[in-house]
């Protein structure tokens, strides 16, 4: 009867790390293949590996490709808005953390969605015939797999897999993915780095970073954020096996220029986030101090919720449409008090003519550039100056 045991004989707590194992594959799969692959087409996949996650994600989740990368990309197309097939901004974060793999299976019902989002997806025989046809019978083939390897604890491994994605992409990533955390970029969408080290969800961890560079292979972008997929990327592609198409764009100091030129007007608008974050970065001494300033004086605005020098680097990365409606009253309180906050703020929105859509040239936008520098390094804000001065010294890396 020592069959009934399974072919493979663990320890007690060699079950725990071989489940782990086998939902971290399953993980690999989602971010590298679904998302970063499939979604975005950040990177493209030899046929070895490409193969080789559609198959796990088949004995594992029975998701259909297609559909997992339209309503991704649906997702992204209409983020936090009444279409977003799961916002926790819309539906609450109880709803989407609950019922994350629910409101998955309605939206891949939804054939215009699969019709509008689905493109460019594998359509072979396999997909056509297997993957898709029969979705649901290779979680079925999972559970037989891991009875015979594992014996009656293959029954709880098998469970523990079944309710992975559905548990930590569905319902984590979707929902404390734009509820709770930390933001490096105020992108125009409420999506939120829900731990710095991406481990346990292959990278996913990082959505802030992820939706504000929608096309980058990398999810890590801060010196202290690691981004585990992106190392099997890198892997992947030192064996030839994969080719990273687009990352996140990055800028360079060069040599100070005496005046702004065509390089540094693109690098500001390739890298406008960044660059935003950079400013409330290196303006928040003086914010700081300047609202300490007020508060002695007695003219701080009394802003009931809020924490005025906290917020204030928070409105100095956005631009002043993200900027939620019952927060401008609050905002043009506390700038009407002091002409400093109300240069550093005002600057800092100028530099958002620099890359929204507009009918301006080139050369009108890099003269505005000029004169913006101009303007900051007579202002007789010395940070505000040290960063116009920086400026100048940026290109594309």
Known sequence: MEYLNGLIDLPWWGYIVAALALTHVTIASVTIFLHRH???????????????????????????TKEWAAIHRKHHAFCETPDDPHSPQVLGIKKVLGEGAELYR??????????????????????????????????????????????????????????????????????IGHYWGYRNF???????????????????????????????????????EFDIGWMYIRILETFGLAKVRRVAPSVKEIAAKPVCDDESLQAIIANRYEIASKYAKELRETVTAEIEKLRQSAKLPQLEGFNPVKKMRVWLKQDAKDTPVHE??????????????????????????????SSASKEQLVKQLQDWCHRAETSGIEPLRE???????YAMA
């Open 186 to 224: 105020e992108c125009e969408d409420a999506s939120t780095n829900i731990f710095p080290w991406g481990i346990l969800i292959g990278g996913e961890e990082l959505h802030n970073n992820h939706h504000t560079f929608g096309s980058s292979a990398k999810l890590s972008n801060k010196w202290f």
């Open 106 to 175: 309605a939206a891949s019902k939804d054939k215009r969605i699969m019709e509008k989002y689905g493109h460019g997806t594998p359509d072979d025989w396999l997909e056509r015939n297997v993957y898709t046809r029969h979705s649901a019978k290779g979680i079925m083939l999972m559970a037989i797999i891991d009875i015979l390897l594992f014996g009656p604890a293959g029954i709880s491994i098998w469970a523990v897999q079944m309710m992975w994605i559905p548990l930590f992409a569905a319902g984590v990533i979707n929902g």
């Open 38 to 64: 499939q979604a975005h087409r950040a990177l493209d996949l030899h046929p070895i590996p490409s193969h080789f996650f559609r198959f796990w994600l088949w004995l594992t989740t029975g998701m259909v």
């Open 328 to 357: 401008r009253e609050k905002l043009q309180a506390l700038l009407q008090h002091s002409n400093v906050l109300e240069t550093i703020y005002q600057m800092r929105q100028e530099l958002t003519q620099l890359w929204e859509r």
């Open 387 to 393: 960063f116009a001065q920086r400026l100048r010294c």
